[in-house]
Nanobody
Framework: QVHLLESGGGSAQAGGSLRLSCAAS????????MGWFRQAPGKGREGVAV????????AYGNSVKGRFTISPDGTQNTVYLQMNGVKPEDTAMYYC????????????????WGQGTQVTVSS
């Protein structure tokens, strides 16, 4: 079974920072693509950031460009999301995703999903 485990969610004030992490485990050595989607109450899932292992660069959703940074480690099964300058509208459940050939910004095309970690930003 493939598992994606997110951590690092919590509360922050507007303008502050959070750092999320995601570790993948399962029968494969790793995935080509890993990234993050988020979902706020009453809204659909929104693409946040994607990393392609070995040959980046990262890609970002328009709403987080210039504020969030996705980065890998050397295992090809772990990614981080550094969230700087957070805003109240960043409040959402953040999901780690992994796949080998997704359509980057289409949530239904990503095969593996974590259970999510909540991020709450207060004004």
């Amino acid at each position: 079974q493939v598992h994606l485990l997110e951590s690092g969610g919590g509360s922050a004030q507007a303008g502050g920072s959070l750092r999320l992490s995601c570790a993948a485990s399962g029968p494969t050595d790793g995935y080509i693509y890993m990234g993050w989607f988020r979902q706020a109450p009453g809204k659909g899932r929104e693409g946040v950031a994607v990393w392609r292992f070995n040959d980046g660069p990262a890609a970002y959703g328009n709403s987080v460009k210039g504020r969030f940074t996705i980065s890998p480690d050397g295992t090809q099964n772990t990614v981080y999301l550094q969230m700087n300058g957070v805003k109240p509208e960043d409040t959402a459940m953040y999901y780690c995703v992994a796949d080998n050939n997704p359509h980057l910004w289409a949530p239904d095309t990503w095969k593996y999903w974590g259970q999510g970690t909540q991020v709450t930003v207060s004004s």
